[in-house]
């Protein structure tokens, strides 16, 4: 019998997960936790600079056991299996010295599926065992962990050769994987169990490369370098000594059904001062534990004959079925067994997919060991010696803490070495601790806990939590490793032995049981000895109610009113019989009142009735003033019902806006606030409140809504409907997450997530929306209000143009209208706020501007490291001319696209930003232009920041490109004193 596992007495259970042993010999640090949840016997490590001292891990070994000892049957549903099958018993079970474990197998009916067959050469002495008839030779198995070990398989590139590219591994269309083993059980999150690979690489001036043969790309490089000076690396992931380096493969993301390896040589540095000067051969080598990890023991793994010295690791799993509630459908192909196993369910390795299952895997339940694939594999330890009687001279005080059995401080006063304890009596008081470094505050036997002062290191089934500004640990524990009933049917290790005692199951994670006593209600004591359940004198007790007479009782006791009196001497009180009258009275009183509140509820609702019909007609009143029936005629002519724009109720957008809670407010502008709303049907979108609007323009309001609600194209807001009920209508656009375009632009130098492709695509999808609004759409809409916080981003950053409250509408046969100006300076087209002639081509300027922020990074109107405001469209023609262009372009762009590019690209600007309207780009122009530079397939050449001579010549190109230089300082210079 031992503790059951930890568990938080506040909150759920805190899980510690298990650290993988360190890898790779010689500065090879894992420093990963991977949690292990179903195989083995596993306890909290931290690896680190340094190691943990003997003391520390001999209580890290005994607190193992007692985390891990309570344990219960796994799930029965592979039972109906265990009587069908019976392993052939001319199946060998061994090869050499290696033992084969089922489901692998050698010989017809000896394994269980295609891929889990093996070969056992006897060309070698002693004979080797093979996977399948392949060349991956097996050196063990780790049923507790679902891995198999192999010998390690290595690259060699040989002196005379610069590089090499080959499959290091290949296990396609296999269920093996080279990372580590992953699994989950349904009620918690993915679990790991060891099987972590590293790739070594040893030589002089070589690197190694591992390709993805999915997309096509290098995951990830090592550089190995025999110099006196190592450039260290940022990525934690891949570790570099003097000759050598490796990769932690489990850190990235890849095909691990294979391993594609590209190992090259390169040219050191001669500042690095290269010790070893004479060409080598270079090694690669996958590789788990005990590893080569510098440049003599890789020189040493070269010469040696023997080279199954190093071991890797492969993660295995049942692939017939995609998880376990599948596979338990078929009971006579089900995996698992052994009726004391738990089933797993695999997870993709794909992280596109990682809710999708690919198979499982079975291990023994806690407290088992074995092999779960076989009736009888999983076997109970059953090592643990029990103490059921403490001795007479046991020592039950530590200071002021009382030691209750089944707890003791030394042997044969404790039940099992699980619950020993020790009293330091050095220390004033005496200092009770457990395994001699838990310092112990206080036991429960009622409540099944232990309470520990703070402890730093990191224990599996801790959790942490503050008590009265004090830090504490406090878990619970069991007795036992089984259920009431399965534990009674054994007297000699059942751990109730009072005669008041019960038995109560306890459930801990991952769906186990165990058990621990208490004493029946009336008693109390300690339930773990003979006669330790005393009873109770409840009539002495203070917690007792009795307002009577109390007699006591065995395990009870009676309560009684003294004669003349009468009631419940318990539950309210005894009562002289001459006050009843007054009692009946107190009730009549009490009904009265009742009857009063009921009539004041009553008019309560009565007014709340009164209200909602009078705001109901107001609403009425509201949708009519708003043309709502001329609106219904219009939106219902289109055909697509899915698409067709909706009037919403004024309660629906309550509910979904919480009654406009202004926590819901995700942005304010010149035209209305807007909030966020989920309707009924779990549609997020965004609700425009517009500012008040005269009685004038509802005419023209009405017309906008139908018009936008033929407008479809998806880089353009979708219009969901309107809401007519209030005063001012409101608007439902579809919501959109991922912020905005300016949000995404203008942060911290260096940390933009935004790419030059990425970049061009947002402006070619931005472009085609203006097109298709300008020319495509059933009647011409001018946005007039073009700027890149009014370009929305979803979340794989699509492109989408919002906020039409500035829109104007053009018939087909007009080219312009005559408006007050509205805008946002720095987009402003001059011509417009100089005329008020609207055109097509004033949405064009505001998209030059755009484009001078994608290639820049900078707003329209920014401040120098100066303070002074700059005007970025000036100064971008004023850099332009004094062929400095360059300096105002962002450095990731500089680093990203071509100089054809860059070419292009100022020179549709500067044509955008034309003074004069006819001498720009319409639309469309402007977006077959963006979508051809984002053709070019190849880019080679990357433009980077030139030196000296090399500036003045790109300078001059770019100057070159711009075939229509303005002088428009000046005439810009007027627009700064007008902002919007």
């Not at 891990?57 to 007692?66: A, D, G, K, N, T």
């Not at 570099?240 to 390169?266: M, P, V």
């Not at 009904?591 to 009565?606: N, P, W």
């Amino acid at each position: 019998m031992s503790i059951r596992e930890l568990e938080g007495a506040q909150g759920a259970t805190a899980k510690v997960e298990p650290g993988a042993e360190s890898r790779g010999g010689e500065g090879a640090i894992d420093d990963e936790l991977v949690e292990a949840d179903g195989g083995g016997d596993h306890v909290a490590v931290v690896e680190g600079a340094a190691a943990p001292s003997r003391e520390t891990m001999e209580f890290i070994e005994v607190l193992l056991l007692l985390i891990t000892l309570t344990l219960v049957k796994g799930s029965a549903s592979s039972a109906n299996t265990s009587q069908n099958f019976i392993l052939p018993s001319n199946c060998p079970k061994a090869c050499g010295d290696i033992s084969i474990e089922y489901p692998f197998g050698i010989g017809n009916g000896c394994f269980y599926a295609a891929g889990f067959n093996l070969t056992c050469s006897y060309d070698f002495n002693p004979p080797r065992l093979f996977l399948m008839d392949g060349t991956i030779q097996v050196v063990g198995f780790d049923m507790n962990m679902a891995l198999i070990q192999i010998e390690s398989p290595y690259v060699i590139l040989e002196a005379d050769k610069e590089s090499i590219s080959t499959t290091l591994i290949n296990l396609t269309n296999l269920p093996f994987s080279i990372s580590a083993q992953s699994y989950r059980d349904g009620s918690s999150g993915v679990s790991g169990a060891g099987g972590g690979n590293n790739l070594y690489v040893g030589g002089c001036s070589a690197t190694a490369s591992i390709v993805d043969l999915i997309t096509n790309s290098i995951v990830a490089s090592c550089p190995s370098m025999c110099s006196s000076t190592i450039s260290s690396t940022n990525d934690d992931r891949i570790m570099i000594q003097n000759g050598s380096c490796l990769i932690l493969l489990d850190s990235f993301k890849f095909n691990k059904t294979s391993l594609i390896l590209q190992l090259s040589r390169t040219n050191e540095n001669e500042n690095n001062h290269t010790i070893d000067s004479d060409r080598s051969s270079i090694i690669s080598i996958l590789c788990y534990g005990n590893c080569p990890s510098n440049k003599t023991e890789f020189l040493s793994f070269i010469k040696r004959g023997n080279k199954a010295r190093a071991e890797a690791s492969l993660s295995w799993h049942i692939s017939d079925r995609s998880s376990c509630k599948e596979a338990r459908k078929y009971l006579t192909t089900y995996a698992c067994r052994n009726s004391n196993s738990d089933c797993y369910d695999i997870p993709s390795p794909d992280p596109i997919h990682f809710d999708d299952t690919i198979g499982y895997i079975c291990l023994c339940s806690m407290g088992y060991y074995g092999n779960a694939y076989l009736p009888d594999g999983c076997q109970l330890d059953t090592d643990t010696n029990f103490t059921r009687i403490p001795a007479k001279d046991c020592p039950d005080k530590c200071g002021n803490i009382t030691v209750p059995f089944p707890f003791g401080l030394k042997e044969n006063c404790y039940r099992s070495q699980e619950f020993a304890l020790k009293c330091n009596e050095s220390t004033q008081p005496p200092t009770l601790l457990y395994q001699d470094q838990l310092k112990v505050n206080a036991i429960s036997l009622e409540d099944g806990q232990l309470e520990f002062s703070s402890y730093d290191q990191a224990v599996y089934g801790f959790e942490k939590y503050i008590t009265s500004q004090k830090t504490q640990d406090i878990y619970n524990w069991t007795v036992g490793y089984q259920t009431c009933d399965d534990a009674m049917k054994n007297k000699s290790t059942f751990a109730c032995l009072a005669r008041h005692s019960s038995c109560l199951d306890m459930s801990v994670p991952k769906n186990h049981e165990g058990y621990r006593c208490k004493c029946m209600d009336g008693y109390e004591g300690n339930p773990y000895i003979d006669n330790g359940c005393r009873d109770i004198d409840e009539c002495k007790s203070s917690s007792t109610v009795c307002k009577g007479i109390c007699v006591n009782t065995e395990g009870s006791f009676n309560c009684t009113c003294p004669p003349g009196t009468s009631e419940d001497p318990v539950h309210g009180a005894c009562i002289p019989n001459k006050k009843k009258i007054l009692l009946l009275g107190i009730s009549v009183g009490a009904s009265i009142g009742a009857g009063l509140l009921f009539l004041c509820i009553t008019l309560v609702i009565l007014s709340r009735k009164w209200k909602e019909r009078n705001q109901k007609k107001i609403r009425q009143r509201n949708f009519h003033k708003n043309h709502g029936l001329l609106l219904q005629q219009l939106i219902s002519t289109n055909e697509l019902v899915e698409e067709r724009t909706n009037i919403f109720s004024l309660e629906e957008i309550e509910k979904s806006t919480n009654n406009f809670d202004e926590t819901r407010i995700i942005g304010k502008g010149g035209h209305g606030i807007v909030y966020k709303g989920i309707l009924l049907d779990q549609r997020v979108v965004a609700i425009k409140k517009s500012k008040t609007i005269k009685k004038s323009e509802v005419d023209q309001f009405i017309n906008e809504v139908a018009i936008l609600s033929q407008i479809n194209h998806r880089n353009v807001v979708r219009l969901f409907g309107c809401c007519l009920e209030t005063e001012v209508p409101l608007l439902i656009y579809e919501f959109i997450s991922n912020g905005t375009l300016s949000d995404h632009l203008h942060v911290l130098q260096g940390e933009t997530k935004l790419s030059w492709d990425d970049r061009l695509r947002i402006a070619i999808e931005s472009a085609g929306a203006l097109a298709y609004l300008h020319s495509a759409a059933s009647i011409s809409i001018f946005h007039r209000d073009i700027k890149s916080s009014n370009i929305l981003l979803d979340d794989t950053l699509r492109a989408k143009v919002s906020d039409f409250g500035a829109s104007r509408f053009i018939p087909l046969d007009q080219t312009h209208i005559v408006t007050a100006i509205h805008g946002t300076f720095g987009y402003l087209d001059p011509e417009y706020y100089q005329t008020g002639r609207l055109t097509e081509k004033s949405d064009v300027y505001s998209f030059g501007v755009i484009l001078l922020e994608l290639l820049t990074g900078k707003k329209p109107i920014y401040l120098t490291k100066t303070g002074s405001q700059q005007n970025l469209a000036i100064n971008f023609l004023q850099t332009t001319r004094e062929k400095i262009l360059f300096k105002l372009i962002e450095d990731c762009i500089l680093q990203e696209a071509t100089e054809q590019e860059l070419l292009e690209i100022s020179n549709l600007i500067e044509m955008c930003l034309s003074l004069k309207g006819v001498q720009r780009p319409t639309m469309k122009e402007v977006e077959y232009k963006l979508q051809g530079q984002r053709k070019i397939e190849t880019r080679k050449n990357r433009l980077c920041i030139p030196e000296s001579n090399e500036e003045t010549e790109l300078a001059n190109q770019i100057n070159q490109a711009n075939s229509r230089n303005y002088s428009l300082e000046k005439e810009f210079m007027w627009s700064q004193n007008y902002p919007r």
